[in-house]
């Protein structure tokens, strides 16, 4: 709730830096705790540093976080970020994989190539990955649907979807539900990152709408950790009067999240750095004073780019 304003700017039109604020002094600006790096990226993270620094040339497969800060942070420290066109090129190297996790065909290609890997998928995803192998190996004509909830083209779908040699029907959405099969028995699992609640929609549906003569089971594979920051980031938002989010323009996780704080919060907005902060997210609007800053990001934000953000504000308010 707002704190009833109890003096005007002198001049509405004053540049911030020379305005004073609302109620005298400056308003409060804090970075939620519940934030930054989830336990799979600081694990994918802490392996990366320390390879790094047995002085040995390291590619990792794909960017090892959604967050160019923080890809940008670690190749100056000397990780090489390569594609998987590139990965087939190599012959005799060190390679990560990041916590998204990668199909079988990226395994087959590092034994063929002699390359050593540094595994560091998410225990999570690789539990996932291996249900999913279970369940497609446990189905020798392949008669059932193996769902799975998530982005298409996402690093951790295109491991999920490898499990299965490429069959596996991904949804993105409750809308895309009406596409499957109710004739034919259905499996259906979740990207790690996906929505709880949309899950769970999903699956009402399929119940609502499975054959009689088909089976319908469902394994609900979403990373808790993940999972619960939601409601979690719905109260930090609810309880300030601007919201400064900061996250990767890639990151999936971070668009859901972002779009959590921005239901409970109009006054919500994502940034990549400090360097997007403009003076009006944060301006002394006489109809809606700001007394308070809140400052969060996704699973993929590191906490010393939160810290960055949080100093030019301050910078800003001087």
Known sequence: MLLKETKQPTEVTTPLLEREWQGGGSPSIEIDNGSGFCFGVTRAIDKAEEELQKGQPLYCLGDIVHNGRE?????????????????????????????????????RQASANHIHLIDATCPVVLHLQERIKREYDNDPGHEKQIVIFGKKGHAEVLGLVGQTEGTAIVIENYEDVVRLDFTRDISLYSQTTKSLEGFRQIVEYIQQHIAPTASFTYADTICRQVANRMPHIREFAARHDVVLFVC????????????????????????????EIQESFIANDAHAPAFSIGICGAT???????????VRVEQMMC
């Open 71 to 107: 890809v940008e942070r670690l190749g100056n420290l000397g990780l090489v970020t390569i594609d998987h066109e590139a990965f087939a090129r190599l012959h005799d190297a060190n390679v990560l994989l990041r916590a998204h996790g990668e199909p079988p065909a990226t395994y």
């Open 248 to 275: 990767g323009h890639k990151s999936s996780n971070g668009r859901v999240l972002y779009n959590e704080c921005k239901s409970v919060n109009p006054r919500s907005y994502m940034i990549d750095s400090p360097a």
């Open 300 to 310: 993929s934000t590191p906490k010393w780019l939160m810290e960055q953000c949080k």
